[in-house]
């Protein structure tokens, strides 16, 4: 054997040596494509889980969807509801606020523009608020769920 032979070890494939620059796959090649693609699963599998996690934990709000739009004049405060979901007018708590105090009301069928206790899309709920000239804060909050559907604040005209 030369000196060449001697420093090489021998391929354990069937007698075969494989000689550097020789053009043979090493079988460890293989081993370091098959870690990466089990290492790369485990990782999707990972940042799988703790997606699904976060998202079942900051569910949904079992609140109603709704637009309502707030209009203020000098004697009326008035609620608009522009889409979403029909609301029970006893499910319903208006809040108006100005000069520190407080007025809570229940909206009832004789403040809807079509005298019914639900409101609907295109349904509009209007009523004095008695307060001066001031900044007026609104509050709708929906009772069952303890949602705030609005929470605005205007200007009363004078």
Avoid at 105 to 120: E, I, K, M, Q, Y
Wanted: glycine letters at 12%.
């Amino acid at each position: 054997m030369t000196r060449r032979e001697l420093r090489q070890p021998r391929a354990k494939t069937g007698g075969q040596r494989s000689e550097p620059g020789s053009g043979a796959a090493s079988p460890r090649a293989q081993s370091e494509v098959v870690g990466v693609t089990i290492l790369t699963g485990v990782v999707v599998i990972a940042a799988l889980t703790v997606g699904a996690v976060i998202i079942a934990q900051t569910g949904g709000d079992d609140g109603p969807t709704t637009d309502l739009v707030l209009e203020v004049t000098a004697s009326d405060v008035a609620l608009t509801h522009n889409g979403g979901d029909t609301l029970a007018l006893g499910d319903l708590t208006v809040v108006l606020d100005a000069d520190g105090s407080e007025r809570r009301f229940t909206p009832d069928a004789a403040n809807t523009s079509d005298g019914d206790a639900r409101l609907r899309p295109g349904d509009r709920i209007s009523r004095a608020h008695g307060f001066p000239s001031d900044d007026l804060g609104v509050m709708v909050v929906h009772d069952p769920s303890n949602s705030v559907l609005v929470d605005d604040r205007e200007r009363i005209p004078a």
